[in-house]
């Protein structure tokens, strides 16, 4: 049975639906080694222009590492899945398109960090969201201590991560933790939204806008502000910003090619 669903929408959205519903979605080797060969086969693609991540047919999202399977590990085994997971979330980072988490349930360790990866998180007002690590005596080891600190600010990530705390939808958004959060059955219509708003616009522009901001946010200023400069350097020249112009004067809609 595959363990991601790939559904392609219109306008260049993908949806990846993580499929282990019985496992609460959590990330096998399998689920890994196929969300690895979807991140490899999008990655190069102008075609795709926003990735949503969700979890299938379950008030879970995804519980992050499957344990049982880690449980039947050495510890050689359990390093080699650590970094896997690392990796894979590392990648989902650095896709070129914009991303969205929509957590139509809860989402815990491994995979709120890979909420925390995508660029826009949507929240279900029933989930619980935690990074749980240390009630099982280890840490965050895909990222979790570093993103959830930035998105939050230290002190919030250092209570939630101290204390395994879980917390709701609700208090996700008000900490900062996810951009929206709705009604579970809402959670993917929301996402396909932004989606297409997304989608509407012109694709060059929305990935140097999400690289001038990855980027920009760990530097100082002066230099930030350059790689916002060279971000806009690389629009000038596409055929997508002469439409966009062409679009305004005459009034209408315009149909960006990402050239």
Do not use: W
Not at 174 to 202: R, T, W, Y
């Amino acid at each position: 049975m595959k363990t991601l669903l790939i559904e392609e929408k219109p306008n260049g959205i993908v949806i990846a639906t993580l499929n282990r519903p019985e496992k609460a979605n959590a990330l096998s080797i399998q689920l890994l080694r196929e969300l690895n060969d979807f991140l490899s086969s999008i990655e190069n693609d102008s075609s795709i222009r926003v990735v949503i991540f969700t979890g299938a047919h379950t008030r879970v999202f995804c519980a992050g590492a499957d344990l049982k399977e880690r449980k039947g590990m050495n510890d050689q085994e359990v390093r080699f899945s650590v970094q896997k997971i690392k990796m894979t979330i590392n990648r989902i980072a650095a896709l070129k398109q914009p991303t969205l988490a929509a957590m139509n349930g809860t989402a815990l360790g491994g995979g709120l960090e890979l909420a925390l990866a995508c660029d826009i998180r949507i929240a279900s007002l029933l989930g619980q969201y935690g990074l749980t690590e240390t009630s099982l005596a280890i840490i965050p080891g895909a990222g979790g201590t570093q993103r959830l600190s930035r998105l939050i600010g230290t002190g919030k990530a250092k209570e939630m991560i101290f204390t395994s705390t879980k917390i709701t939808g609700a208090e996700a958004k008000e900490v900062g933790l996810v951009e929206h959060v709705e009604k579970q059955e809402e959670v993917i219509s929301k996402a396909l939204k932004i989606a297409h708003l997304i989608a509407e616009n012109g694709p060059i522009a929305v990935r140097q806008a999400k690289r001038a901001i990855n980027l920009g946010i760990e530097v100082d200023l002066n230099t930030s502000l350059t790689i916002e400069t060279n971000a806009y350097e690389k629009t000038i020249v596409t055929e997508d910003r002469l439409e966009g112009l062409l679009a305004f004067e005459q009034k209408r809609k315009p149909h960006y090619k990402g050239q």
